[in-house]
Structures are given as C-alpha cells and as structure tokens.
C-alpha cells in the first residue's frame, strides 16, 4: 500500500481493544492518530504500550473525532451501544472496524447500516475469522473436500470474560469487578448466549454458504444472582437438517491454554465427508468417502492480506475489495438474524420461525 491511514480506537469497554490497537501499531501503513475512552484508566495500558503522545488521548469522542481526523476508526463499546457508537462516527465520513458481536438486535445491525456513509466500509470483526484451522477447514468446504455442506455444531466459550485481558493475559475477578462489567448486565447485551452465540451463527452461516435457517430454539441457563446467561443451548434447522450451537462462561480451562471438555471450536459435515476445526490447533480432522476412518490436514498458515483484521481491513479499502465471509454485514447479518431468533425463544420458550430475509 501507499496510503497511509490514521487509525483511532474509541471506546475500550471491550478488552479486544488493546489486541486491535497492537495489530494498527505494527502495520506499517498505519497510523494511531488518538485514542479515547471516557474512563482514562481504560487507556492507560495502550497509553504505555505504544507510547501514545498524550495530545492523542480524549475523553471525549466528538473531539477525538474532530483533532486526531482519523480515516478509519476501530469501536469496542459495550454490545448495547454498537448502534449508539456507530452512528457518532459514521456522521464522520470514516471506515469503520467493530469488534464482535454485530449487534443487541438485527434493527440495530439495520441502522448501523444505514447509518453508514457512501463508499465506507464497516466490517464486523469475529476473531476466530483469523484462526488457522477456521481458515483450513473453509478452503476445504470451498474445495469440495465434504460434498455440499449439511450442518454444524459450535461450542464456543471461556473461563470467564473477566478472567482475561488484552493478549490473553490471565486475571482473577473480584466479586466488584464481575457486578460491575457490563458482561454481567442484560441492559448492556452482557451474557454468553450474545457473546458467543454469534461466532458459531455467523461463521455456521460462512461455512453454510450463506443460506439462511428456517427456525431456532434456544434454552439458557439461570444463574443464581445474576442477570444474564452463563451458558446457552441452542438448535437450527435448516432445510437441509438441524445444526447446534452452545454457549459457555465457566469452562474447565480457556481454550488457548488448554482444550477443555467439550472441545471448542467447529464439526461441519456435508453430503461427502466431515471436518472438524477445533480452536488454536495446528491440524483439521477430515472424513472422506475415500477415506471413512478419517485423516489429520496440518493447517493453513495465513498470508498476506488476510491475517488479522486490521490488515485484512486496510487492503479491502485500499484496494476496493469487497468484505467478505464473517467481517461483511451481508454474513454477519444473517447471524445476528439467528442471535435474534435464540432470545426471543429463550425469552419466550417456545421455537422462533426466521423469515426468508
């Protein structure tokens, strides 16, 4: 690239924040023009990592927006203020990259759509788009490997959103510190089913080909003292059968240190074969007709421009490269259209029909 583009970070409610902010500190043709937070205790840690001049620090987002005239900013609020954030810097004329999920809501996803720009791109950032064997196993579904895809099972989850930070160093919660989160407040779109439900829905739909369910049935469980979900079952049927997704904050171990019991990650299956994607190993597992007893593919290693999102981001704009898979609205939409259907059905408990579109 020869475009050099001025990057800010606006709200740091999420910890993926200080990930995003590493991956814009190290691409050459970036630039990170301000951060802002209306809590500076947030930024204090980018503050120091990247060794931010102070007069790119605000408080403030209209300021931040009109001093550090970024082309592209990158949001991490709250997953009940997507909307809220995406509208005060779209008005703007940026590009904007949202750290996951899509939104509380299929309107809100709509009006961040909406409220968009003409030739501005917003992407929806799903990190696991930038797992290797997320990668392997889609190329393989691409290849015709396993014949045309049937259906999936996702178990996605943690220890615990608090019990991690930025670069997935380890914490230990307080009792204040988890009533205090907004993971753990509902009017804030806290609770595993919205915090994980859309990586499994959003990449199901990827790996699906895009097609859209026919209904969903979800349960969650009811935590004692807390408000939101700690753990979500939920069942999709399409029309070529059903597909399951689950939820989980209370694993036995994190996945990236250690695989806990269920494994998580991916099982997809299709009309010629299966393969298995489970999160941060080195290989798939593939079944063929050829081969029924099955066989380890070392996985994919990422190449340029396509291996982390910020990268990914700037050369789509750069280049006039449409999105595509999990970060497009086009995919993310469809599973934010399944994340609705699981509320309602578990708010409701019965089983949700989805419309067509």
Known sequence: MSQKFRIAGINFDHFHMGDLLRMTHEHPDSELVGICDAQPERMREAHRNFAIPDERIFTDVDACMEEARPDVVILCPAAAKHGEYVARVAKFGVHVLL????????????????????????????????????????????????????????????????????????KEP???????????????GGGSLLDYLGYG??????????????????????PPGLEVD??????????????????????????????????????????AGTVSCYDYDPIVRVQTRAKPAGFDMPCDTLRAPE???????????????????????????????????????????????????
């Open 201 to 222: 829905t959003t990449l199901g739909t990827w790996f699906m080909g895009g097609r859209v369910p026919l209904e969903v049935t979800c349960v969650t469980d009811e």
């Open 307 to 357: 291996r982390n999102p910020v990268e990914y981001f700037l050369h789509c704009i750069a280049t006039g490269t449409p999105l595509s898979g999990p970060l497009s609205p086009e995919i993310s939409r469809i599973g934010q259209q399944i994340v609705d259907g699981a509320v309602q059905s578990a708010r409701e408990k019965r089983t949700v029909k989805l419309p067509a579109k």
């Open 99 to 170: 750290e996951k999920p899509f939104a509380v809501s299929l309107a809100e996803a709509d009006a961040m759509l909406a409220a968009m720009p003409a030739g501005k791109l917003l992407a929806i950032n799903w990190p696991l788009r930038w797992a290797e064997c997320c990668v392997t196993a889609k190329r393989i579904i691409d290849e015709g490997v396993i014949g045309e895809v049937r259906g999936f099972h996702h178990y996605g989850g943690n220890r615990g959103p608090l019990c991690h930070g930025a670069d997935k160093i380890e």
């Open 174 to 188: 307080t009792a204040a510190e988890k009533s205090a989160s907004w993971f753990y407040q509902k009017r804030a």
């Open 230 to 271: 700690e753990h979500s079952v939920v069942v999709v049927r399409y029309e070529s059968g059903l597909s399951k997704c689950e939820t989980r904050w209370g694993t036995f171990t994190d996945p990236w240190t250690h695989q806990p019991q269920p494994k998580c990650g991916f099982a997809i299956w299709g009309s």
